[in-house]
Structure formats: structure tokens, C-alpha cells
């Protein structure tokens, strides 16, 4: 058993804070070769996912927002945007799915936010995400 408790979150939120990129990762998996990739993303307001999308056939996307908020973006094949929800606790939903090829941004705009990523393994560093030609 494993249990990922306050201690864990705080931490990954400090990380978060020192981050360039305003979020920080810990890894749930065993390795990159595992069947179910599984992670805690702790973002900072600010923290900008830019648009991409997965290009393999086998790469769905799900997090749930634990807490905080972000706004999704989701794009056409031309850039323009199709649709924006929020998705935390207190929206409407807290459970994202994509699939492959479907273009998303993801933005923290409460103060911190803990999603909980689950996607298809293994994982390959070389198709990662995508980004789109505008």
C-alpha cells in the first residue's frame, strides 16, 4: 500500500512555487514502461500548458482536479478556439478525458491546483505531445 499524504502535496506544491513552469510532477508509476501511466501535477496560479495534442492512436489523456481550478481550451485544427470550461471541485466537472489528436491548453487560475493524471503506457519521450502547426 501507498499512501500519498499532506506531507507529499506540500512538498510537490513547493516545487511547484520554484518552477519555471509554475507546476511540479510526482510520478505514481513504477516506470516509463508501465500499462497505466499515473501522476499528481501541483500547479501555481499562472502555470500555462500551451495547445498540443497526442498523436498516437493510444493516447487518451484523463486528470481529475482535486482541488483548485483551471480553464481548458479546446482548439480546432486552425487554432481557434471551440470550446473553454473550467473543471475543479466546484465547476461543473472535475474529470477530463481527451483524446488522441484533440487539441488543449490547460490553465491554473485559482492560487494552486492538484490534478491527478492517468494516461496509457508505456510512455515514450519522443511523442510526448504535439504541437500544432498555426
Known amino acids: ?19 519555471e513552469r509554475k507546476r511540479a510532477h510526482y510520478q505514481l508509476h513504477y516506470s516509463h514502461q508501465d500499462k ?9 496560479k499562472g502555470s500555462y500548458v500551451e ?11 484523463m486528470f481529475s482536479v482535486l482541488d483548485g481550478c483551471i480553464r481548458v481550451c479546446i482548439y480546432d485544427e486552425g487554432g481557434d478556439i ?3 470550461f473550467l473543471a475543479g471541485p466546484g465547476e461543473n466537472s472535475s474529470l477530463v478525458e481527451f483524446s488522441p489528436g484533440e487539441i488543449h491548453s490547460v490553465e491554473c487560475i485559482s492560487n494552486q491546483t492538484l490534478m491527478l493524471e492517468i494516461k ?15
Do not use: C
Not at 1 to 19: G, H, P, T, V, W
Not at 36 to 44: G, K, P, Y
Not at 52 to 57: C, K, M, N, R
Open 36 to 44: 497505466v501511466q499515473r501522476l499528481l501535477i501541483a500547479l501555481i
Open 1 to 19: 500500500m501507498r499512501m500519498i499524504d499532506r506531507k507529499i502535496i506540500e512538498e510537490l506544491y513547493k516545487q511547484a512555487n520554484i518552477s
Open 120 to 134: 496509457e503506457g508505456p510512455f515514450d519521450p519522443n511523442y510526448a505531445k504535439a504541437f500544432p502547426k498555426w
Open 82 to 84: 471551440i470550446n473553454t
Open 51 to 61: 495547445p498540443h495534442f497526442h498523436e498516437l492512436h493510444n493516447q487518451w489523456e
